[in-house]
């Protein structure tokens, strides 16, 4: 599928445009993918929140969704604030090719249906196209994280979306609850410092990158036997490289991996001549361990030698880094 828009900055929360409406006796209907009838539930009529199952179509009348939107994630999580668990739907139009539906999914929208109120609101992700026009955000299989970004003790909607090809970056989206709607959080600049977000929900962790950082990283994801190859025994593996003022150069800056507590034990205890890395935090059987260049890869008088020392002094790992809910 081809793109319709170019990114040019990776891992960076793109700035939406917001579209929030209020609906009240709201239905929601939904189609598996196949000529089955569509299912309607009166979601007024139910004591807790109907369950969207991924992957079938939905529609809300009230927000006159296209024909082809599709749940592509689900949660089910107090975003609201008001202590009441609300329905959090990550939906995106899918076409056919050959038959089957595409692995990208186009038009990405969060809907929101208050717990206590039963009304939807609904907020589009578009993003400026190299030709100034506004186009609806596209993934391959993007997905939605629940947390709290922004400290204020209310949870958060993140959404990843993959863009696949020879780059493998991957665009974020940070959406917060403000005056019955949902606003864009790095928009709001919410983010201290204009940080940048880096979230992986695969291996469960987020990093907020300083501004310094932009423009000079790229982030590369491995997992399994790919992340094996990279760090031995781990499960997961994030290598931060550092971009050179030539665009060429690529030194490793950062590098964040997941052990199992069981791999991480047995490699402390085999480890022979300089560690590993150093632990940042454990959680569900997993052990979180930071790397970082034993020194300066470049002449420390040269401009890359300064701006890696920079880019390293202005990362601080412990506060930096949060595991996912």
């Given at each position: 599928?081809?793109?319709?828009?170019?990114?040019?900055?990776?891992?960076?929360?793109?700035?939406?445009?917001?579209?929030?409406?209020g609906?009240?006796?709201?239905?929601?209907?939904?189609?598996?993918?196949?000529?089955?009838?569509?299912?309607?539930?009166?979601?007024?009529?139910?004591?807790?929140?109907?369950?969207?199952?991924?992957?079938?179509?939905?529609?809300?009348?009230?927000?006159?969704l296209?024909?082809?939107?599709?749940?592509?994630?689900?949660?089910?999580?107090?975003?609201t604030?008001?202590?009441?668990?609300?329905?959090?739907?990550l939906?995106?139009?899918?076409?056919?090719?050959?038959?089957?539906?595409?692995?990208?999914?186009?038009?990405?929208?969060?809907?929101?249906?208050?717990?206590?109120?039963?009304?939807?609101?609904?907020?589009?992700?578009?993003?400026?196209?190299?030709?100034?026009?506004?186009?609806?955000?596209?993934?391959?299989?993007?997905?939605?994280?629940?947390?709290?970004?922004?400290?204020?003790?209310?949870?958060?909607?993140?959404?990843?979306?993959?863009?696949?090809?020879?780059?493998?970056?991957?665009?974020?989206?940070?959406?917060?609850?403000?005056?019955?709607?949902?606003?864009?959080?790095?928009?709001?600049?919410?983010?201290?410092?204009?940080?940048?977000?880096?979230?992986?929900?695969?291996?469960?962790?987020?990093?907020k990158?300083?501004?310094?950082?932009?423009?000079?990283?790229?982030?590369?994801?491995?997992?399994?036997?790919?992340?094996?190859?990279?760090m031995?025994?781990?499960?997961?593996?994030?290598?931060?490289?550092?971009?050179?003022?030539?665009?060429?150069?690529?030194?490793?800056?950062?590098m964040?991996?997941?052990?199992?507590?069981?791999?991480?034990?047995?490699?402390?205890?085999?480890?022979?001549?300089?560690?590993?890395?150093?632990?940042?935090?454990?959680?569900?059987?997993?052990?979180?361990?930071?790397?970082t260049?034993?020194?300066?890869?470049?002449d420390?008088?040269?401009?890359?030698?300064?701006?890696?020392?920079?880019?390293?002094?202005?990362?601080?790992?412990?506060?930096?880094f949060?595991l996912?809910?």
């Amino acid at each position: 599928m081809k793109k319709q828009i170019a990114k040019k900055i990776p891992y960076l929360a793109l700035a939406g445009f917001i579209c929030a409406v209020g609906i009240g006796s709201p239905q929601i209907s939904l189609a598996k993918q196949g000529n089955a009838a569509p299912k309607v539930v009166n979601q007024q009529s139910q004591k807790t929140l109907q369950k969207i199952e991924i992957g079938q179509k939905i529609r809300v009348p009230e927000l006159k969704l296209k024909e082809n939107t599709y749940a592509l994630d689900y949660k089910i999580s107090d975003v609201t604030g008001d202590s009441v668990k609300d329905q959090v739907i990550l939906v995106g139009t899918k076409e056919k090719i050959n038959g089957k539906l595409d692995a990208y999914a186009s038009n990405l929208s969060v809907i929101v249906q208050d717990g206590k109120t039963k009304k939807y609101v609904k907020y589009d992700w578009l993003s400026k196209g190299t030709d100034g026009k506004l186009y609806g955000e596209l993934g391959r299989e993007p997905n939605l994280i629940i947390g709290d970004y922004t400290g204020n003790k209310v949870n958060d909607i993140i959404v990843t979306a993959p863009q696949g090809g020879n780059g493998g970056y991957v665009d974020h989206l940070i959406l917060t609850w403000e005056g019955n709607k949902l606003k864009d959080v790095l928009a709001k600049g919410v983010v201290a410092d204009n940080q940048e977000l880096y979230a992986n929900s695969q291996a469960n962790f987020s990093l907020k990158l300083p501004v310094s950082w932009k423009g000079y990283y790229k982030a590369n994801q491995y997992a399994g036997a790919s992340a094996n190859k990279i760090m031995p025994s781990a499960k997961h593996v994030v290598q931060f490289d550092y971009k050179g003022k030539n665009g060429k150069d690529s030194e490793m800056l950062l590098m964040i991996s997941v052990f199992s507590k069981n791999d991480w034990s047995r490699l402390s205890s085999e480890q022979q001549g300089p560690p590993v890395g150093s632990v940042i935090t454990e959680a569900n059987g997993m052990v979180y361990v930071y790397t970082t260049p034993q020194s300066n890869p470049f002449d420390p008088q040269s401009k890359d030698g300064k701006l890696f020392d920079q880019l390293y002094r202005d990362l601080n790992i412990k506060s930096s880094f949060k595991l996912l809910k």
